[in-house]
Structure formats: C-alpha cells, structure tokens
C-alpha cells in the first residue's frame, strides 16, 4: 500500500481513508472525487450541524441553518437564534416562512428580508421563496408595568427648554410609527402647556368615560390623551408639585389605553416633577431628547440626560430640531444656529444620534392647522427626516427589549 503523506482538510492522514472502504456519503471531508454525480450538480452541498457536506433531505432545520447566515445588525445575532423565524413551511420546491421582527418600523426590514430570501434561494431543491414580514414589539421584561400592563413600550419625549418643537416632533414621531402599522399612544404630560390636542386639530374634542376609564381621543392613528382635553380654554391652573405628579398618575392609571405597542409621553421642558413622576409611575423603555443647535438648549439638555440616567431610564437618543434650513428651489442646506450640533451632543452624552428635522415653515404652519407634517407634507424633507428618525428610534426601543430578554453570552 502506498503511504500518503499529506494531510486531509481536517489533519487525518489521507493514507487512513485508503484501507477502508468507506460509502463516499459517509466520509467526513470527503474530496470532490469521492462524491456522486448528482452532489456534483447540485447547487451549494448543504453543510450538515456537525460540518459535514453530505446531502440532506430538504426540511426545517435546513432551512434554519441557512437562515443563520442573516444576522441582525443592532442585535449582532442572527435572526434564528433571536426567534425571529416562525412557521416554516415546505412545499415540494416551495419554501415559505415569516420573519417576526420586533417592530414594524424596523428601518433594515427589506434588507434583512432580502438577505432571508437569498441564503433560501440558494438552497438545491428550492425554486420558490415566500417571506412574510411580520413584527410583534416586545417590551422589556421582567418589569411589571403595573399601571399599563399592555403596553410594551412606554417613551418619554423630553427636552432642556421649551419650544424646540418637542411637541411637534413627537406628534410626528406617532403618527409615522402608527402608518407603519404600530399601535402608538401620546401622553401629553406637558401640564403647564398641553400642546398635543391643538397639533392634532382635536382641540374641541371632549373625551368620555367608559365604565370607570375615560376613552383617549384617536387622531390620524393614534390614541392621544392631554389634559388639555379636560380644561377649558381660558381657564388657568396653578401646578402644584403633588398636582403635576397626581396627573401624570391618572393620565396613565384613569385611562383606557388599551394594548399599544409605543406610548409616547410628551414631558413638559425641564427636570421638574413630571419626569421624575413618570420614572417612578412606569419602567421607561427609554427617552428620546429633542434639542435645537443652541449652546443654551444643549446644555440644559444634558442636564436633563443626567436626571434621567440617575431615575435609570436609559436615553434611546438625540433629537436634532430646526438644525438646517434648506433652501426650496437649490435644496442647499444652511445651519440656522451656530450651537452645538445635535450629533455632536450625542457624541458628547455618549447616546444615540436619532437625526436632524430641519426648520421649515410649512411644519410649523401644518402644526398650526391641526395636521402633522407628516400626513400634510408627507413628501417634504421634513416628513422624510421625520420617519426616518421614528424608524431609529424602533430600532433603540427593540434594542433595550432584546437586549435585556437575551443577555449576551
Ligand atoms: N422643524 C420645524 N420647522 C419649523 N417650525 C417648527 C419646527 N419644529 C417646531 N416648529 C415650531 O416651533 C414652535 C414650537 O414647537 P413646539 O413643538 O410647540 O415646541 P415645544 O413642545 O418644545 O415647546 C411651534 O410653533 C412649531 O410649529
Ligand atoms: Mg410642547
């Protein structure tokens, strides 16, 4: 017997292979020699669990495996070991499975979809990929949000100061994650300026009860309740800290919120009472700040970053306001103040930078009218940077669930 010297893949001696006579489907490594006509044919050898490239019957943990190559970019796992394929079904060459991703506004869905399709396209045996693309928002375990039990992510819309469009941002915000087919909530916390209602144009709308719960009002999608809804115009409440705190609590607790999937909460400016109450009344998935390029509004805005990372709500981003006005007929873009940048402040406060909406006056005077730029102007620059943001800050909400629901190893 001739002695073969060199070493297979794997380290064996080939020389211990010669002796016996193996079934080529059988030999671990085995060389192209030894494999069958139809293998040779076929597409891509299917790699069995234990790193073998013998062939296997077409089945769901074929396709599982193939799947795993599809890792989730913000969650730095694949989307089979984070439970995101369901229902796998096999139909002579016909492959169709649902992706459950964690928020409808997922911003990489197509292209997660895309690489599925291409990883189970490749597969020998299938001629046919169907995916659908399906989203259940998780919310973050562990914590009995014992107030609001059915919603999965309570967001708090924070800013430093007022009137850098805190409102109007998260007006904005709700309805693009609700056109993404989210359940979304606001909360108008902002006791001292309730703004929500006239945003929505449902500032004469008068709420009702049901049994003991009072029924939120549903504007362009979005269940919204403010206590501007309960006061009269020209009346005038002087806020008292238990008042601010009693508030925040009965619009959480004396409301008929139903199941939601993101309830925002529009804070009133600042590090007052009714931040601090919401912390302490529901687990926050996080806050989002909203901050113009003033150095005044920055700073206050950290500020408010530090009141929120001591009540342990973590901070899913920042927010860029009124940053760059973009001229309508040459699209050149100018920054209308000279502050700290809100990408910069991110850097600053170590958080995310969620994007920039710049300044247009149309979104103010949509908001004036009762419509979100968003349904009015839903082409604009502004709508665009609008939706793009809410989708980041789906991603962040989805990040901060799975993340504490599977630890990394
Ligand atoms: N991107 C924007 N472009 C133009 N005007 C804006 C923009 N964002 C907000 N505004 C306007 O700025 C003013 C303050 O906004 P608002 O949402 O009420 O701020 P806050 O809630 O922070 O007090 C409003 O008149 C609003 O229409
Ligand atoms: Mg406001």
Known sequence: MEKV???GSDGTRRSDYRNVA?????????SRLWMPEWIMRSKRPRQGSAGTLYPMPLSESVVLDALKVVMDPDLHRD???LGFVKNVVIEGSKVSFTINLTTPACPVKEELKAQADEAVRGLEGVSDVEIEMTATVRAKPGEAQDLLPEVANVIAIASGKGGVGKSTVTVNLAVALAQKGARVGILDADVYGPSVPL????????PFTEGQKIVPVFRFGVHTMSIGYLLDDDQA????????AGTVRQLLADVNWGTLDYLLVDLPPGTGDAPMSLAQLVPLTGVVIVSTPHNVAANIAGKAVQLFKRLNSPILGVVENMGVLIDPVTGAETRMFSGLSGEDLATQLKVPYLGSVPFDPQVSQAGDQGIPAVVAYPQSAQADALKQIAGRLAQQASIKAMTAETPTP
């Open 199 to 206: 945003l929505l144009g449902a500032q004469n709308e008068k």
């Open 79 to 81: 989307i089979v070991t």
């Open 237 to 244: 409440v002087l806020w008292r800290g238990p008042m601010v």
């Open 22 to 30: 193996w079934h080529p489907l059988c030999v671990p490594h085995a």
């Open 5 to 7: 010297k060199e070493l």
